[in-house]
């Protein structure tokens, strides 16, 4: 939520009812959701499942499975009506500079906790406050502020700052690998039909524990008897 707090948490203030309410700025900066403008004319875009157009759930083939669409990596400015086309340009960003700080943090708070600075100039508290507020996060954060001196409270709030800070940017899936969380969390989308909104489950992964390690290149273990191929390949 834009107070800093995880929805789950009591003083989140978060509504199911009116679920983008009071939310992280971030949500509506990487996300078109349902009442959400897009597009050069900023058009309104309906993404209930009993919407007239079809940017409604599922209503084509090309129409969203999960109530959202994109809207991070996207120029808002480029028209793709063929008969008004307005050009504009793309970039890919190789490395950026939130994610050179959310390593650092990640690291800061594994060897020193969430304050400590070893000796250099700032910790993984330092680092997570000024990635929040830069993204809009109530200046207060009162629950950045309670949970500073707990280490795993710390480590949770930097993985989420990850998924957040970092979606849409290929690393969501090498991070549950290295972290060895669970790689078959459900992606979950949102049905709203009369203006009721429900959480739906739109896609099952189904990974297998072996699978946070990749296979060795056959012709790789071909060249040296000793080495062994990972489990499960």
């Known amino acids: 939520m834009a107070n800093g707090y995880p929805l789950s948490h009591a003083s989140s203030g978060y509504d199911p009812a009116n679920p983008y309410a ?28 009993d919407a007239s157009d079809n940017n409604g759930l599922n209503r084509t083939e090309t ?10 990596l ?11 086309e307005t050009p ?12 050179i700080f959310l390593g650092y943090a990640e690291a800061a708070n594994e060897a020193w906790g969430p304050t400590g600075t070893g000796t250099h100039g700032f910790s993984a508290y330092d680092v997570v406050k000024g990635i929040r507020q830069r ?16 280490q795993d409270q710390m480590r949770e709030l930097i993985r989420n700052e990850r998924r957040l800070e970092l979606s849409f940017e290929g690393f969501r899936f090498w991070d549950l690998r290295r972290w060895k969380e669970d790689l078959t969390e459900v992606a979950r989308g949102m049905r709203i039909t009369g203006g009721v ?3 739906i489950d739109v896609e099952e992964r189904a990974y297998r524990d072996y699978m946070y390690y990749g296979p ?18």
């Open 22 to 49: 009071g939310r992280d700025p971030r949500l509506a900066m990487y996300i078109v959701f349902n009442g959400s403008t897009a597009g050069p004319q900023s058009t309104v875009i309906n993404t209930a499942a």
């Open 63 to 72: 129409s969203t499975r999960t109530g959202y669409y994109m809207r991070k």
């Open 74 to 84: 996207l120029n808002q400015s480029v028209n793709a009506n063929p008969n008004s």
């Open 88 to 99: 504009g340009n793309r970039y890919k960003a190789f490395i950026r500079y939130t994610e």
């Open 135 to 150: 993204a809009g996060i109530d200046a207060a954060d009162p629950y950045l502020e309670s949970i500073k001196g707990d």
């Open 197 to 199: 909104h429900n959480v």
């Open 216 to 233: 060795i290149p056959y012709g790789e273990v071909n060249k040296f008897s000793e080495l062994i191929q990972n489990k499960g390949w």
